[in-house]
């Protein structure tokens, strides 16, 4: 897994995380906030692209133009 793959999986993790467990936890008067799922959703789409571009030059296909949908 390349570098770009491992922090899309990451954001994607997190996102995940977020969905199933809530944006903040509180527990023992303590509150855990996690990331701001706008932010992770805007990194996520730049890490999409990144892996896109990873795979379109590991074919050779550094001049052809490649839309990612989101």
């Given at each position: 897994m390349t570098e770009a793959q491992q922090?899309?999986?990451?954001?994607?993790?997190?996102i995940k995380d977020i969905l199933e467990k809530g944006q903040s936890i509180r527990k023992d008067g303590r509150?855990?906030?996690?990331?701001?799922?706008d932010s992770l959703r805007s990194l996520e789409a730049q890490y999409t692209r990144d892996v896109a571009?990873?795979?379109?030059?590991?074919?050779g296909a550094r001049n052809?133009?490649?839309?990612v949908k989101i």
């Open positions: 922090r899309l999986a990451d954001v994607r993790a997190a509150e855990l906030r996690r990331a701001d799922l571009a990873e795979q379109l030059a590991q074919r052809r133009i490649s839309y």
